[in-house]
């Protein structure tokens, strides 16, 4: 192997090559003598000349073996160093670790003692790369791993397998409380915000548990079953993590007949938006629209947003989809009235893009919308991935006349100086509080926290999933106006003939205003 190829190769062996060329030279050059001077050189017999090019040949070649035998130990070391552990990381690579979870199950069927393969990955790893850049992308990995690794016992074996994905040999052995406590630890450690060297990153992590030899003992149907219960603990929100059943395998396929299918879709134009009010009880009249994506397949019906939102963010089709929600949104505003706003989610995905921005100002001059009736629903987990850059994101929406509310508000991040720094003009308190004011007094108290907050900056709070009179009177008795949720009217779409809205009759206070 080359020196230049190696960078690593030891000085010792540098030298041992060099002096063993000189060697050489040396001998040539005697030889040289013996056949120009003739039987004698330096007043030397033919028989003394012969026992010191003797005694330099042995020299040569225990030289030249050394050389080789040097070459050869270190070029193996070079090549175990590049196949077996990753740069990046300094932690085994995909081959080695599938080599070790391989020995492990072999080991478990002799011994019968349980080791549990943990799949470990960062949620929408891809966008989060492209969107703070590949050098950043890769300080996260690291920052990640080093605090994978201080948060496992240190005997624990753990390997990089993909981009953003992680996994851990951990036997059962080293358990020292139950699984389920560990994953929960685990997943909150590693949730925390990385400080980077330009931004404080936040990611979500998902975790997939296999156990063997219960759930097999081939490494590479392991690490798919691993990966499956992975995906399914995705599928249920930011932060979860699921042990590997059967069943597992059927929502999987599910998964990929989604993944499959949404191109598909949005060229047949399968998608189509329904339209949820909010309304202002003090004011007596709706005051907006939420926009709402509905996925109708011709074969299945149809399909919940749950169910292929995360799939489209994961698969890059959320940019497509996204810009023709707004679109749309936008281009039916113009069939509501003059004084409601439409408000339009937007995909955590979709808000990191370059050119997001860009996009919505496109979209808004395409579609003549005034921007002050434009309004774009964040989480709060969208605008804390990378808080700099949203701050000034929202600040130029702002500048456009276009208004931002965080959606469900108080199940997200929990710093709140974001509410002092970012330009927010709405909260949305989350259905979960609503759902529950009229049974728990936590939730109740929670709400008129959230009222009193919005009201003290100076910005409009909104109650979602209002769905009984009772959670309507207790959120007005906590200070709430703006309700929205089917006890006011079900999301539906326009109903337009001859250029005009024409709302039917709902249940409810909402009878005048509701879009059925």
């Not at 002799?110 to 969107?131: H, M, S, W, Y």
């Not at 948060?151 to 052995?173: H, N, T």
């Not at 808080?387 to 994101?393: D, L, T």
């Not at 009201?455 to 909104?462: C, K, Q, S, T």
């Amino acid at each position: 192997m080359p020196a230049v190829a190696n960078p690593n190769r030891s000085p010792v062996f540098r030298l041992i090559t060099i002096a063993s060329a000189s060697l050489g030279s040396f001998i040539l050059g005697l030889w040289g003598l013996r056949f120009g001077f003739g039987d004698g050189v330096a007043g030397l017999p033919a028989e003394a000349i012969g026992a010191v090019l003797a005694a330099l040949c042995a020299l040569a070649a225990g030289g030249a073996a050394m050389s080789f035998f040097a070459g050869v130990d270190e070029s193996v070391g070079y090549v175990v160093k590049e196949t077996q552990f990753d740069k990046l990381t300094g932690m085994l690579s995909r081959p080695a670790m599938i080599a070790r979870i391989a020995e492990a199950a072999q080991s478990t069927l002799r011994t019968g003692e349980p080791v549990f393969l943990i799949d470990i990955e960062i949620d929408r790893f891809k966008q989060v790369n492209e969107a703070i850049g590949f050098g950043k992308g890769d300080e996260l990995v690291r920052a990640f791993a080093q605090r994978l690794k201080a948060s496992l016992p240190d005997a624990v074996l753990i390997g990089r397998i993909g981009a953003g994905e992680f996994a851990v040999l951990y036997p059962d052995s080293y358990f020292n409380m139950s699984m389920d406590v560990i994953a929960e630890r685990l997943i909150a450690e590693l949730m925390e915000p990385y400080q980077l060297s330009t931004h404080q990153q936040s990611i979500g992590v998902s975790v997939g548990i296999v156990a063997m030899p219960k759930d097999g003992d081939d490494p590479v149907l392991l690490l798919r079953r691993s990966n499956l219960a992975l995906q399914n603990a995705r599928a249920a929100g930011i932060g979860n993590w699921a042990v590997f059943h059967p069943e597992i395998g059927k929502v999987a396929d599910y998964r990929q007949w989604i993944e499959a299918e949404l191109h598909p879709a949005f060229e047949r134009g399968d998608f189509d938006l329904h339209y949820q009010p909010q309304i202002d009880l003090m004011k007596g009249r709706t005051v907006g629209y939420e926009a709402l994506i509905r996925w109708k397949h011709p074969e299945r019906g149809m399909i919940p947003p749950m169910e292929f939102i995360p799939i489209a963010e994961e698969t890059g089709m959320i940019g497509p989809i996204g810009a023709w929600v707004l679109r749309k949104a936008c281009a039916d505003a113009r069939h509501l009235p003059d004084d409601c706003f439409v408000a339009v989610n937007i995909s955590a995905v979709q808000f990191v893009t370059r050119d997001f921005v860009g996009m919505v100002g496109d979209i808004v001059r395409e579609t003549g919308i005034d921007p002050r009736r434009l309004e774009l629903e964040l989480t709060e987990t969208a605008m804390m991935q990378d808080r700099g850059r949203a701050e000034a994101i929202l600040k130029q929406l702002t500048a456009m006349g276009i208004s931002v509310a965080v959606d469900d508000f108080g199940t997200g991040y929990s710093n709140l100086s974001y509410l002092v720094d970012f330009s927010i003009h709405k909260l949305k308190i989350d259905r979960s509080f609503v759902s529950r004011i009229d049974t728990d007094q936590n939730s109740g108290a929670v709400v008129s926290t959230i009222v009193g907050l919005s009201r003290a900056l100076g910005v409009h709070a909104i109650a979602e999933g209002v769905e009984t009179e009772n959670q309507a009177t207790l959120l007005r008795a906590a200070g709430c106006d703006v309700f929205q949720g089917f006890l006011f009217g079900h999301p539906a779409p326009l109903k337009i003939a001859g250029g005009q809205l024409h709302p039917t009759a709902a249940a409810g206070p909402a009878k005048a205003v509701s879009l059925h």
